[in-house]
Nanobody, 118 residues
Framework: QVQLAESGGGSVQAGGSLRLSCAAS????????MGWHRQAPGKERELVAA???????YYTDSVMGRFTISRDNAKNTMYLQMNGLKPEDTAMYYC????????????WGLGTQVTVSS
């Protein structure tokens, strides 16, 4: 059982930046897909970005060019650098990890809140 813990959320003004981290309780070398999801009040959870073990990445259209996902297997950690934040990025952000492709996840963190004010 892999436990995931997010950190780095907070409140920023529009145009600002945040860096989210997701620390795993054990090695992620065998984890293929790691991803960041978000859920805003009254909305469905959506996949924001994902990264595979070989470095392939996926971004939802609304964050393309603003967010960058990365992972450091040696540190059992995944990151999400968020630049040019917009009020519509306000949500609870969850990290997830899975052995399959970027659409399927086996483990989830508890989330970190990101609030962007205009």
């Amino acid at each position: 059982q892999v436990q995931l813990a997010e950190s780095g959320g907070g409140s920023v003004q529009a145009g600002g930046s945040l860096r989210l981290s997701c620390a795993a309780s054990q090695s992620i070398f065998s984890i293929n897909a790691m991803g960041w999801h978000r859920q805003a009040p009254g909305k469905e959870r959506e996949l924001v970005a994902a990264i595979s073990n070989d470095g392939n990445t996926y971004y939802t259209d609304s964050v393309m060019g603003r967010f960058t996902i990365s992972r450091d297997n040696a540190k059992n950690t995944m990151y999400l650098q968020m630049n040019g934040l917009k009020p519509e990025d306000t949500a609870m952000y969850y990290c997830a990890a899975g052995y399959s492709d970027y659409r399927t996840y086996d483990y989830w963190g508890l989330g970190t809140q990101v609030t962007v004010s205009s």
